[in-house]
């Protein structure tokens, strides 16, 4: 991992940055092993090589996100993270979209003491 997380709360920030930098490696960095996503798409995806191809298609479409924290909540070893989102990308017809909304993601602490993604759902409870 790049960055070392041991605030949970900052977690929304390193994977905008890291993201918007286009940088695959440290997006997945900030994912738990065996950590499972769902996508925009309403997918949900599990394993490093399934994570790799989303975040890989995000960054092809020049993503570009904005997050905001709205809650951290922490409690024996996992975090609950509710963040209100904007990734602003290139459709398939070439336009720029901004589709926007507000997650419901869960980080747990790792033996090292790092948080990291457990659950990444973008999607929220929609």
């Known amino acids: 991992m790049k960055t070392a997380i041991t605030d949970p709360a900052l977690l929304p920030g390193a994977f905008e940055d890291a993201l918007n930098g286009g940088d695959v490696e440290g997006v997945l960095a900030l ?13 949900v995806i599990a394993g490093h090589e399934a994570l790799r191809r989303e975040i890989s298609g995000t960054v092809a479409a020049r993503g570009r996100l904005t997050n905001i924290p709205r809650h951290t909540l922490v409690g024996a070893e996992a975090a609950l993270l509710v963040t209100d989102w904007t990734l602003e990308v290139t459709g398939p017809d070439g336009e720029r979209v901004a589709p926007t909304g507000t997650t419901a993601n869960v980080a747990c602490r790792g033996v090292d003491g790092c948080w990291r993604f457990a659950v990444l759902n973008p999607l929220g409870t929609a």
């Open 31 to 43: 994912f738990a092993p065996g950590a499972t996503m769902r996508t925009p798409a309403g997918e």
